[in-house]
């Protein structure tokens, strides 16, 4: 039984609508709903869905950039939702994040070597002339020059920026990295190199991660498991290989038929789906899915949530009328 | 028709694409591989900011007018004065322009053979005079009313009691400009203060914050000052904090929407990932990415105090008759309409002031914006 590094139960962030003179609440966005997964020591769990369904949301509400609505986030054993001031700062140290947008991540009037060497102040890790050692070992250890200490990040490429994000984040020693679209704002050749470092990284550091993406490929090649979410919710969990072979549930087939093959001749089936994500401030009833479902079960969709359960006692989890283990408890216990 | 036919030619004549560089060009483009220097350092927001502002020759100009009269109004006294700068008299060297600021200071006192002395009368066996034999009170009753002229001294003329007016001018500056600092030191310190306390706490602060703010830009500013004038006596200090405290508002809101914006961004959010503290975060993190459109702003404030300043010595509510202000010359010429020389000198002066703060301003924005970046 592999260690589990980070426990997330029942994770939910509902954003409030405010209206009016007296900024009355009239709704929430349910921008993350109930999401329950765990993430084992030194894996790296993919987090796949389309734009708009929470992942960003998970990513940042696990170190409490955002603050989660309810639910626990334990972390080595700790809570990190209740924690205070002080034990957040330790914490903060063990997680770290990865930003998409290389260009508003790094804080323009700061040199890459003075963002980094007040990191390391901060938290007291290192001072003086072993800090700026530290900083070129950073600097070094994801690819880039020592001279780049001394320079704005406005004079980085895109690819460059974000291998300084990965030294920022890395200052401080984690364990856990979140890697929100790391790759999304670069060039295709770019994200290979990107990828390839997270990799090295991970094994020569032991990291583990929770990459976030809407790139189906880069999650398939990166990732040990996968969640696949829609609307807030985790709708299928499995191992890559498993997820890949034999998707389940109808939204990620959906989704893992838009992948391209590099195979001009194989001839794939898309599932187009019909009709717009409906918006997170109004779900619809039952199952989220079931109004764009090509699966639909006219009559229980409609009314009875799926819970995310796993099939055969196996750890691939799904989300979906579709199995009978997803059908909530009967009825009649619950009477 | 013939423009159509210059297009053409011209694509046509710019056409070569493959063109052959003769060999030496070529060679000389290749810039040969600079030794890695270990203290290289990057170019900084600044340095970019002024490059981007070097461009612009008028603004640069400005920038230059306003050094003149910062160092016009720092050796004010060395410019026109009634004591000599160096004097040689009966045997003995003095320095009385240095000296009347130590007696100032309280550190020296006058040798009573120069007390309730006009020094211009008296007999040097050498001496260096300022440029102008005036002090701005100094009263010459024999050319009272003159117009501009070498013969007399008076080279800008002078006013009603035959006070200078070219060391009024020069001595108002100080005036002029510390107003102008001051006030907007102040405008700026309380507006960037709350602003970035609403704009990063957010919530009931900021709503606090900012009805104060629209209750403070209510009071008309000017009607204020005369108040508060008319209350407590006129007084340079009260003019600048009162300009100061009622114009605020404006880098308050500014500020707050720029802190609003960069609290935001995902440096923001690394930087409170890394665990640092939100006073940290705000002043090292927030602030000085929120603080480039303030200081455009201020370079117009100090424009804007130096103008209300003028107005109100022009108005009589300035400062005590005793000092010459800018705006006090001016209003000599009310009384005096024949007198061009009273009325276009200072408000030569005022308007080239409140230029040249405006195009440094301009100046400042336009090389502070981005997109105006090549």
Redesign the interface.
Known sequence: MPEVLLDVKNLKKYFPIKRGLFSKTIGHVKAVDDVTFTINKGETLGLVGESGCGKTTIG?AL?R?IEPTDGTVIFEGKDVTKMNAND???I??Q???I???PY????????VGGMIT??LK??KISEGEKAEKRVYDLLELVGLSR?HA???P??FSGGQRQRI?IA??L??EPKFIVCDEPVSALDVSIQSQIINLLQDLQSELGLTYLFISHDLSVVEHISDRVCVMYLGQIVETADVKELYASTKHPYSQALLSAVPVPDPKLKKKRIILTGDVPSPANVPSGCYFHPRCPKIIKGECETIPPVLAPLNQTTHYVKCLLYPESYPVKKEVAA | MSEKNNIEKNIITEQPITQVLPVETSLANITPSAPIDEREVGQSYWSLVKHQYKKNKLAVAAIYIVILLVLVAVFADFLANNKPIYAKYKGTIYFPVFKEYMVNLGLGKWDTEFLNVDWRTLDFESAVWPPIKFFPNDVDLFNNMTGPSVATGHYLGTDAIGRDVLSGLIHGSRISLSVGFVAAGIAVLIGVVLGALAGYYGGYVDIGIMRFVEIMTLFPAFFLIITIVALYGSSIWFIMIAIGLTTWTGNARLTRGEVLKVRNMDYISAATSLGLKNKRILFRHVLPNALAPVLVSAAFEIAGAILTEAGLSFLGFGVKATTVTWGSVLSEARGATSSWWLAVFPGFMIFITIVAYNLVGEGLRDALDPRLRD
């Open positions: 940042r170190l950039l957040l700062k330790v903060r140290k997680m770290q994040i930003f998409q947008d508003s991540s790094l804080n323009p009037r700061m040199t007040e990191i901060y938290h001279l001394r320079r704005y406005h004079e994000g920022r984040a200052s401080v």
